[in-house]
């Protein structure tokens, strides 16, 4: 499993060249952005996601086609491949996972911090994991820490198989697969009917993030980070790439 990080706040002549690397449907979406943080957002992330998908392939970013399932899920029809993908991004910051042979799911939050985080919790978090939220009622920080961290997990699960994220906020996604574990990252196992697999993402103060996986056997995370090049040519990742695994 690999997944990448990168910013979309990037300078408006780097966000011109991105965009150049769009299909049609993308570009037309992204003119429906008049914001210039949420238009550079869009561009970025999704450019991103073409160039990092073609190095890995070996073709052209422009030649992906994308095809959209359950829910919108997005997928790549062109070429033909067993590598999955899933694409978030908030708040200047987009994540990308890639992974091979297995449906996959990656959210990222920017840390909570309105008010009524414990009176959500109590209407869509399972009883445990809402009691484990409303025990931080007195210390903003880790209230919010602590309703964003299961946020992500819960966004990223559904996503694994393209469904409504409602519904999976009742899942559970505290506990430990193994309860000798010490790893305070995961792995979670969660997902209704279909289980998954889930990992924190280690990602900037301030921030939140999980992917997901479908099944039960546990994997490893690649974490590396994604600048664009001059001229939206394939990205500098300053590692060797290779087809990841799950």
């Known amino acids: ?9 990037q300078p ?16 037309a979406r992204a003119a ?19 160039l990092i998908l073609a190095e890995q392939l070996g073709v052209p970013a422009g030649t992906l086609r994308w095809q959209h399932g359950r829910s919108g899920k ?18 200047g910051l987009a994540a990308l996972a890639v992974c091979a042979g297995r449906a996959v799911g990656v959210d990222l939050q920017r840390r909570r911090t309105a008010a009524g985080l414990v009176r959500m919790a109590e209407r869509y978090y399972p009883p445990a994991e809402a009691s484990y939220v409303a025990q931080a009622a007195d210390d903003p920080d880790e209230l919010g820490r602590r309703f964003s961290t299961l946020w992500s997990r819960k966004e990223a699960a559904a996503k694994v198989g393209g469904g409504r994220l409602i519904p999976a906020l009742t899942w559970l996604s505290k506990q430990p697969a193994d309860p000798e574990s010490t ?42 980070r994604w600048q664009p090049a001059p001229h939206a040519q394939p990205a500098r990742i300053g590692v060797p790439m290779a087809v990841p695994s799950c």
């Open 1 to 9: 499993m690999s997944v990448w990080l990168l910013a979309t706040d």
């Open 12 to 27: 408006a002549t780097t966000v011109a060249e991105l965009a150049g690397v769009l299909d049609a449907a993308e570009l």
């Open 32 to 50: 429906t952005m008049t914001e210039p943080d949420v238009h550079a957002e869009y561009v970025v992330s999704h450019a991103a996601a073409r």
């Open 74 to 91: 997005p997928s790549l029809a062109e070429p033909v491949t067993e590598l999955q993908m899933s694409l978030s991004h908030s708040d």
């Open 183 to 224: 790893d305070s990252r995961g792995p979670f196992r969660s997902g209704e009917p279909e289980p998954v697999m889930i990992r924190d993402l280690a990602v900037p103060d301030g921030f939140h993030g999980a992917v997901a996986v479908a099944g039960t056997e546990d994997f490893d995370i690649l974490l590396r």
